[in-house]
């Protein structure tokens, strides 16, 4: 892998006046030097095994702490970012392989970039583990080490630089129990509790002080404790009345027609599918993928038509994934609902794949489209987000917040959509060039978590697949593999409108705080650096 400049000490060969001793020593001192750091690179790809496929979830509670160790038996607190910064490189570069097949040899060079951040994490492992491990350090070590690491995943979660992908705590997505707390704070709240969880075992296992490693216990079975206790005490979220001003529950259909590479038989299938679904039990909404067809339902008057029979057949709206280039001449995705009378409304995808639709600085990077699959032009991104107004079949209104694919990383996006009045949730997903692989499977988990976070039913409609439904609480409804094909039909219970979580009320207060947190450790920190340059000072933190 790439090594960064950082990781090299000052050393050079050495001069004509170095003594043969000296020479003999050096390549046994570089080896001792990289031991440790490939040992973190190591120790960085562990807690991807807790994701999806995988998905040993009980594993992330006890993935980080060999490279907490690894930091924590630095040298120095140089060594120990050093560290941090090989440790997070290992975890994106396991995390993410399979992002090879769209930007090839520019994945070791994001591993070095993103892994940096991580480097923050191997200094206040470092200077809050080392021994002689307080009491004092014991209590503030799972706070700040968790605050640090999530004060990282929100800085790689902007759009700019990516976007939240391998987000700790989407380790959790088959829990509801435990997801109860991204009610409360989002997914961030579930990765700050992994995080504290594994600092405080990392503190257990190193203290030789009692008081330190009772403390550290106590503190990991009431982090554990605190998802089962919240989804026990706080009621799921209120159920829509039969008769009310919408419908309690909906059936919504989710077409998958499988691997089917050219564009037109894709429709075919998508359209057989659908039309399979007359004289079945009639459905409320009628879903394909993300880009099931490549025609401008605005310029193309006969698919536009085949769509509106469809609509009429199943007795549904149909909300079609339209990829296509447009009348301005740019190519974009959007989310189209078709009823029997037209168009009745679309969404534009807003945030877009980083190298998968668009290449970011393309007159610098652009060479990635020549020895990848990265997109070979940037497609036109959407300006608003806002709800499309379906209905069911009675007729009464169903607002559905639709977004597309990569969008389901995005926490903000989902809470938008429910503080609008989104009643589902619902995204059109096409993860082919990644079949088969880790994706498909780490994509999904995210609606799980999307519906515990707002408290709505999400459904994810892919090409070819997985295709699933979650209830308000993230359990999983219903799922069609990536080896499956049809239309899955789930039938959804839906929350009260206006019903919110706390998560909904109050948005990023738990990212946010740990950033204060972060940066007063740091204050804390460069004052006793200070302190310790002048001379010597009493032990402790």
Known sequence: MPRPPLLTGPAGPPGPAAPAAAVAARPGRTLARYRPRLAALAAGALPVLAFPAPGVAALAWVALVPGLLLMRAAPG????????????????????????????????????????????????????????????????????????????????????????????????????????????????????????????????????????????????????????????????????????????????????????????????????????????????????????????????????????????????????????????????????????????????KIRLVPFGEYIPLRPVLGWVAGVSRAAGENRAPGADQHLLPAVDRSGRALPIGTLICFESAFPDMARTAARAGARVLVYQSSTSTFQRSWAPEQHVSLAAIRAAETGRPVVQGSLTGVSAAFDAQGRELARLGTDGTGALVVRLPLTAPGAATWYDRVGDVVPLTAVLVTAGAAAVAGAGWRRERRGPGPAGA
Not at 287 to 315: F, I
């Open 77 to 348: 607190a140089r060594e120990a970012a050093v560290r941090g910064w090989w440790f997070g490189a290992g975890f994106i570069l396991t995390g993410m392989s399979w992002l090879t097949r769209s930007i090839g040899p520019g994945l070791p060079l994001l591993a070095v970039v993103f892994g940096a951040l991580q480097a923050g994490v191997g200094v206040a492992a470092w200077r809050l583990l080392r021994p002689p491990l307080t009491l004092r350090r014991a209590l503030l070590a799972p706070v700040v080490v968790a605050a640090v690491w999530l004060t990282t995943e929100y800085a790689r979660s902007w759009h700019a630089l990516g976007g939240p992908w391998a987000l700790l705590g989407a380790t959790q997505w088959q829990h509801p129990a435990v997801l109860a707390l991204a009610s409360a704070g989002g997914i961030w709240l579930v990765s700050a509790a992994v995080v504290a969880v594994n600092t405080a075992v990392a503190v257990a296992l190193t203290a030789v002080d009692p008081r330190p490693r009772a403390v550290a216990a106590l503190f990991a079975a009431a982090v554990l404790a605190a998802g089962p206790l919240l989804f026990a005490l706080r009621p799921a979220p209120p159920a829509a009345a039969a008769g009310g001003s919408g419908p309690a529950e909906v059936r919504i259909a989710l077409v998958q027609p499988g691997i089917v590479d050219e564009p037109g038989a894709r429709f075919e299938a998508s359209a057989r599918a659908t039309a399979e679904l007359v004289g079945r039990p009639p459905v409320d909404l009628v879903v394909w993928g993300e880009s099931s067809t490549t025609a401008d339902l605005d310029r193309d008057p006969a698919t536009l038509a085949r769509l509106r029979a469809l609509s009429a057949a199943t007795g549904a709206g149909l909300l079609a994934g339209e990829d296509a280039r447009k009348s301005d001449g740019r190519i974009s995705k959007d989310a189209v609902l078709v009823s029997p009378d037209g168009v009745v409304d679309r969404y534009r």
